[in-house]
């Protein structure tokens, strides 16, 4: 049973769920027209280390936060997840945005560690400002980065400004390189993108649906876990609020893009299979057979719900 399989830690999940996601980005890559050159074979495998890197990458933060117990449900969720929306494999600027913002949650959630907070903040606004690059609005980012510094012990008003010095770090570096290169700022002003509420892509079944699964797993167990808050203890809890603080922001990042093409959604991804897995992990696998075999059997139900649509989707 899946609750029992991934309810563990095992190599075997990781290279299941790496195939997996090499499975999805040649799925979708073998339904589009194809440019076959050594630069395109060297990109899209550049790509599909770092979709892999990314769901390592979220493992680690979860372990080293303590984030969920000892199990691979989030990195399941996050795998399935970006199996259901393949399009999401389609824009590399997205890709590189998600994988630093991802190293930027990282650090954002060791804030609630006092030590090296300084060069964990200015580490946490590079990751950030970079990925703004590739995606503008990821400067909304620096909002959770503000309140796991409010949240941190110690706090003094250095750190609260140190994030400004990691922008401006990024950003006079990008304005030389334009200067250098092209002999122009010109970047600045193509930097910042319209916000486009233009949905219509939408609906397409291939990303309507997905995308109303995974908004309904966010509210589903986000609701659950705001619930729950009040049954950790204080240090736990921080982390906990700190993690939906983030889910909410990444919405905003979501919607705040310049095209609405459902690949926007990997950016809630990350958190929302936390969040997810916190719910799934409620009661061990044993235990909830034994006493509630309704809750254990709908866990089940839904980790193979979530294993079986990406399938299902790719013909759609």
């Not at 199990?71 to 590399?92: D, E, H, K, R």
């Not at 907070?117 to 609005?137: G, N, Q, V």
């Amino acid at each position: 049973m899946l609750t029992r399989f991934f309810g563990k830690s095992n190599p075997i999940n990781y290279l299941i769920l790496g195939i997996f996601i090499i499975a999805g980005y040649l799925g979708i890559l073998l339904k589009t027209p194809l440019v076959v050159s050594a630069y395109q074979i060297f990109l899209h495998v550049s790509f599909i280390i770092l979709s892999v890197l990314s769901m390592w990458l979220l493992d680690f933060i979860i372990r080293k936060n303590s984030l969920t117990k000892n199990n691979t449900y989030a990195i399941l969720f996050f795998t399935c997840f970006m199996g259901m929306l393949p399009v999401i494999f389609l824009q590399p600027k997205i890709l590189l945005a998600n994988a630093f913002l991802i190293l930027a949650l990282r650090r954002i959630m060791s804030l609630h560690s006092d030590k090296n907070s300084t060069k964990k903040i200015l580490d946490t606004s590079i990751w950030i400002s970079l990925a703004s690059l590739f995606y503008f609005w990821s400067l909304l980012f620096f909002v959770p980065l503000w309140i796991a510094i409010i949240q941190k012990p110690n706090t003094n008003y250095k750190q609260m400004l140190m994030p400004f010095i990691g922008f401006l770090a990024i950003f006079s570096i990008t304005t030389a390189y334009h200067l250098l290169v092209n002999d122009s700022i010109a970047w600045i002003f193509n930097w910042q993108e319209t916000i486009n509420l233009d949905f219509s892509k939408y609906n397409s079944l291939s990303v309507l649906v997905p995308v109303t699964v995974i908004l309904a797993f966010y509210i589903w167990t986000g609701m659950f876990r705001v619930l729950k808050l009040s049954a950790f203890f204080l240090k736990m809890k921080s982390n906990y609020l700190l993690l939906l603080y983030v889910s909410i922001i990444c919405v905003f990042i979501a919607l705040a893009g310049p095209e609405k093409t459902g690949a926007e959604l990997l950016f809630i991804l990350a958190p929302v299979s936390i969040i997810a897995a916190n719910y799934i992990e409620k009661f061990e696998a044993e235990r909830s057979y034994e006493t509630d075999a309704i809750e254990f059997w709908f866990k089940e139900a839904l980790l193979w719900l979530v294993v079986i649509l990406p399938f299902v989707f790719l013909f759609l």
